[in-house]
């Protein structure tokens, strides 16, 4: 720090768990969210997709035959 001031060591809370056991407990770790970043774009990038073709296949751009059973 600029005034030389040192920081507060981060204090651990004590948890009584049933069993009579305690454990000491500290802030969770912030984890990379790459993964998700890269999952939810390849989602995104899918949804616009499939909106597309539905989009192109109301509007009669793309045709896809059905098979009907028992019909001749």
Known sequence: MA?????????????????????????????KATGHRIGAAICWALAIAAEALVIALISGLFYLPTTRCGTS
């Open 3 to 31: 005034d030389g001031t040192k920081k507060e060591p981060v204090k651990k809370t004590i948890v009584r768990v049933d069993g009579g056991e305690s454990r000491a407990t500290v802030p969770a770790k912030k984890g």
